[in-house]
């Protein structure tokens, strides 16, 4: 099964951002991922719009935008004007949450809404229709580095199902531990993006790091 592979920056050398980034696309990187932490939502800080805006620069791939913080809506229009292309937010923090994938689609993103593990599904039907990317958080947020949650391939089917239901053509993103062992599970549940930190940039070689991981998800030998 193809996949798109999203290496995460939270997991980079951030003192030499653009030749971490550089040696994922030289790999086939398909999108950088940002997470965004504002240390409210998720007990971490990470960078905003400045560092985003930098990074732009640098990529050549899409930037894919995660907003782990409590109060997005005031800083939908600054994310995607730093450089966002997929901007994501948080069902849990989102009382409106019709009205922010609305503005995230007005700014001229793709618009994505976030599953923490512990959140049902059905936070999502009401919505479905609208949006154009689902991403199941597959750790609780906050830091690089976790232990893959077996239960999450279960809960990419039944987003999987669910987007069927609502007739949605949104894809599927999951973000959290995956690597070589679990890539291809996680493929076959239904993600179509795969967010890999540490499985990237924690190796000796992110380009063959990223080779590596888009061989596993086709299920073949690295």
């Known amino acids: 099964m193809s996949v798109r592979i999203a290496p995460s920056i939270l997991s980079a050398d951030f003192a030499h951002l653009g030749r971490d980034i550089a040696a994922a696309e030289a790999g086939g990187a398909d999108l950088i991922h940002v997470d965004v932490m504002d240390g409210h939502f998720v007990p971490n800080l990470t960078l905003g ?6 990074v732009k620069r640098v990529a050549t791939r899409p930037l894919d935008v995660h907003l782990m913080i409590s109060n997005p809506d005031p800083f939908l229009k600054a994310y995607v004007d730093a450089g966002a292309s997929l901007l994501s937010v948080h069902v849990e923090v989102l009382p409106h949450l019709h009205r922010t994938v609305a503005a995230i689609k007005e700014l001229g993103a793709q618009a994505g809404v976030v ?10 039907e009401e919505v479905a229709a609208d949006l154009d990317f689902v991403l199941v958080m597959s750790v609780n947020p906050g830091f690089g580095g976790q232990t893959f949650i077996p239960r999450a391939l279960d809960k990419i089917r039944a987003v999987r199902d669910m987007l069927g239901r609502a007739g949605s053509r949104a894809f599927i993103e999951v973000d959290g531990g995956v690597d070589l062992t679990n890539i ?14 540490h499985a990237v940039f924690g190796q000796p070689d992110a380009a063959a790091a990223v080779r590596a991981l888009r061989a596993a998800a086709q299920g073949m030998g690295a």
């Open 49 to 54: 719009p400045p560092v985003i805006r930098a």
């Open 184 to 197: 291809a599970a996680v493929a076959e549940a239904g993600a179509s993006v795969v967010v890999a930190g």
């Open 115 to 124: 599953l923490n593990p512990s959140t049902p599904v059905s936070a999502l």
